[in-house]
């Protein structure tokens, strides 16, 4: 059996590539406080990745993340777009500031379902991940030709894997 071809990626290629599966998954788990176990699990819905490979959340200046950040700010952050067979893992350092502009940018109708008191809620606050290291796992043509690849290859006996996962690096 082949292994999924394999591409690392870094800098300019890597920030791309964690903008493609972040922004596609849109919700993913966040994990704050990874020196004490259990860790520290919530879903955060992804706001946006910008040119750089930094990813953006919206929560509000009480929360465990953003105290757990303040005190270390180690995170790790992992999406999983199960229509694509798409998956990302991402260690970095995330930051808590506010930015009134910014929040306005990424600001929704959908978001008010978690900020009912708006987006000029003095409390609401932005959480920054910078993207250090990570894996990404996905796959070149999708979930249905991968399927139709798998059942071809159990009719031929040929191997039809397309997958891609790699190393990233920033």
């Known amino acids: 059996m082949d292994t999924p071809k394999q591409e690392n990626l870094q800098g300019t290629e890597a920030a791309k590539k964690i903008k493609e599966l972040a ?9 704050t406080n990874l020196k004490t176990l ?9 706001q946006k990745v910008d040119e750089q490979g930094y990813i953006y959340f919206l929560s509000i200046k009480q929360s465990d993340a953003v105290k757990h950040i303040e005190a270390s700010p180690e995170v790790q952050m992992t999406w999983s777009n199960m229509g694509k067979a798409e998956y990302l893992a991402i260690y970095g350092k995330g930051e808590v ?6 929040i306005d940018d990424m600001w929704s109708d959908f978001i008010k379902t978690w900020f009912p008191e708006g987006k000029d809620d003095p409390n609401l606050v ?3 991940l910078k993207p250090e290291t990570g894996y990404y796992w ?8 991968q ?3 798998m059942m071809i290859g159990a009719i031929t006996g040929k191997e039809t894997d397309d997958s ?3 190393k990233i690096s920033l």
């Not at 500031?97 to 910014?102: L, M, P, V």
């Open 164 to 166: 891609l996962e790699g």
């Open 97 to 102: 500031y506010r930015d009134q502009k910014e």
């Open 126 to 128: 932005i959480i920054r």
């Open 147 to 149: 399927l139709l690849g």
């Open 23 to 31: 922004e596609a998954a849109r919700v993913g788990l966040m994990m």
């Open 138 to 145: 996905d796959t070149q043509h999708g979930k249905v030709v």
């Open 38 to 46: 259990p860790l520290s699990i919530r879903p955060m819905a992804t």
